[in-house]
Structure formats: C-alpha cells, structure tokens
C-alpha cells in the first residue's frame, strides 16, 4: 500500500461517557508518571562518534566565534549569548549529527544556520532582543485552538495537535511563526531524557464562531513549516499521526510529499486512531481519550505561556548553576538532582 492510499475505514471511536471523563482546560507539565518516572541515560557514542561530537564541541565551544545576526551578507556578527550556549546541549550537538548522518561539515553548517535563523526569527531569550517571537505575537493565529500542547504519548513524549479545520486566519508569514512558536514550545516541554515529541494531525472540519476555513494550507506555507522542522528541529519527530483526512488534502499530501525527506517521510502514520498511541488519560475525549478539554483560549493561552517561561527559565537557572558553557547535557538541567551528572569533559563511549 502506498503512503497516500486510504486504509480501510477503522470503525468509529465511541464518545466516552461523561461521568468518566477528566475536566481539562490547561496545558501539562509533567508527564502521569512523573512520580516513578526515571529516565534513560545518555545513549553512548562509537569511537569514532566521539571524536566527532568533539569536534563539534570545540567548535562552537570556541570564545572567539562569532555568528551574524541575520542572513543578509552584511550583516554585523557578534559572540554567542548565555541563552545560545544553553540551545547547544550535548544532545542538541549530537542530534545534529545524526541529522547530517556524522558528517561534521554539514552538521557545523546546519547548526550554525540554525543559530542565524533563531536570531533572525526572535527566538533568542534575550531581554535585550526587541524582535523576540512571544506568545503575544502569535496569540491571534490560536484563538479558536487550532494548535494545542496537551498530555504525553506511552513513551512520556510531549502531544502537539494541530487541528487544521479550526483555521481562524488568511494565509500570512504569521502563520509560519504561530507554528514555529508551538513547535519551540513542544520541544520545552519534554522530560528529562525525552528529546522527541508526537504530533497529531486533525483535518476535521469545525462550525464554530471565528473559524474561516476548514481547507488544507497553502502549499507555500506548508513547505515553509516543512523546511522549519527539517531544518531547525532535526531528531524531534517522533511521529506524526494524521486523521479525518478528506480527498482535498491527500491531494495536498500528495503535493507536499517531494518536500519531505525520507526521515520525516517515515514517522507519518495514516488513518490510525490517536488512541492507539495514547493512552486515554493523557488523550482529548474527542478522540476517544478522557480528558474533557474546551479550548478558552481567555485560560489555555496565558496559562501556557506562563507554564512555559517558568519551565524555561528553570532549566536556564541550572545551566548557569552547573557551568553555563556550551555541551551540558539536557538530563542536568531538566532534571531536579542537585549535582552535575554529565560534565561537559565526560566522554560517553560505549
């Protein structure tokens, strides 16, 4: 069967009942199993991995290097920020490898149009920085909650639904940056040794006050949202699980599918219930989950961006506690221990 053929047609979730239901309005912060939660260990590296992470890490770890603000060729250019060094995590420097298949060049130059790009796009956490992409920037673009963070799949990953038949907006760049904005926003909120989220894709249509459109994007924006995840949150993907799915937009899938490389190619999944990969406490009731979630957008907004400064920040304060230097490892500062675990000189070889 090919990727775009339709499946039989799965017989329809049942509505769960409302007494078993689980009031919900707010974004999660912690996985359920947080209390008997432990997480993996760093995976380790070959040899040969090693050396080239170190490579790496000498690289950006450099004092003298300095990247340009912006993608014009003139630009000025100036020394990596605290908050930048923070981005380059151990894991952050190893996923970009595995992206650039260990190849060194290409992962020194991705991480650096990376780097560019989040200065460019505003995601720089610098209070200094008027161009910052925030939660007020974007808030128009999710007032009918057409993009949602809510709950954690079996494996503690973080749930990021898009549900395209909520569209509230004409196509605009702001579109893009509403969808950049969620997606950096997911990524904040895996758990301590999580690097990857889920994605749910809903193409059902909506009739409600303030929805315009129930039609798949533009194609321009979609590939300009392809390029952003391929490109900028290379190893994040675990899955993304497509539903409602009517003739239109396979037709866009069809379209956007040259677009994909064959690793995001591969974690698509087609006409399956999203119960199958959740379980149901952790699942909106609309797909055969139990939580009882409306979005308001008056609650969910400001409750998630409030949720997510005070996660970021956390794990800012521990980078800066454990050394502040670039290659400390995401299980330090995500986690609540109160001593260095993965100093930045331990060589992890299996």
Request: net charge negative; aromatic share 12%.
């Amino acid at each position: 069967m090919g990727l775009f053929s339709r499946k039989a047609a799965e017989p329809a979730p049942s509505a769960q009942a409302k007494k078993d239901l689980i009031p919900c309005s707010k974004m999660f912060v912690d996985p359920p199993n947080k209390a008997t939660y432990k997480p993996p260990p760093i995976p380790k590296l070959t040899p040969e991995q090693n050396k080239l992470y170190q490579s790496l890490l000498a690289h950006f770890a450099d004092e003298n290097l300095e990247l340009p603000l912006n993608s014009n060729e003139s630009t000025p250019t100036k020394p990596l920020s605290q908050w930048e060094k923070f981005w380059l995590s151990r894991e952050c420097i190893t996923r970009y490898l595995r992206a650039a298949k260990w190849n060194p060049t290409h992962a020194i130059k991705n991480l650096t149009d990376t780097l560019v790009w989040r200065r460019e796009i505003g995601l720089t956490y610098d209070a200094e920085d008027k161009n910052q992409l925030t939660a007020d920037v974007v808030a128009i673009e999710n007032e009918t909650g057409k993009e949602t963070i809510l709950g954690f799949d079996r494996d503690d990953r973080p749930l990021f639904y898009m549900k395209n038949g909520r569209q509230n907006t004409e196509p605009s760049f702001r579109q893009v940056q509403h969808m950049i904005f969620m997606m950096e926003s997911a990524v904040t909120m895996t758990p301590q040794g999580v690097e990857k989220i889920t994605v749910l894709v809903d193409f059902k249509s909506y009739k409600e006050p303030g929805i315009i459109s129930d039609k798949a994007p533009p194609v321009s924006i979609a590939r300009a949202c392809a390029n952003v995840l391929q490109n900028h949150y290379p190893e994040r993907l675990a899955k993304c699980a497509f539903i409602n799915v009517p003739w239109f937009a396979w037709a866009f899938l069809k379209l956007m599918y040259p677009f994909l490389d064959p690793a995001t190619k591969e974690k698509a999944i087609f006409d399956e219930p999203f119960e199958n990969h959740i379980d149901p406490t952790q699942l909106e009731a609309l797909y055969n989950g139990k939580l009882d979630f409306k979005y308001d957008h008056e609650v969910y907004w400001p409750d998630m961006d409030t949720k997510l400064k005070q996660v970021r920040q956390k794990e800012f304060d521990r980078f800066v506690k454990f050394g502040g230097v670039v290659g400390l490892s995401e299980f330090d500062f995500k986690g609540d221990h109160e001593d260095l675990v993965y100093p930045v000189e331990m060589e992890l070889l299996g």
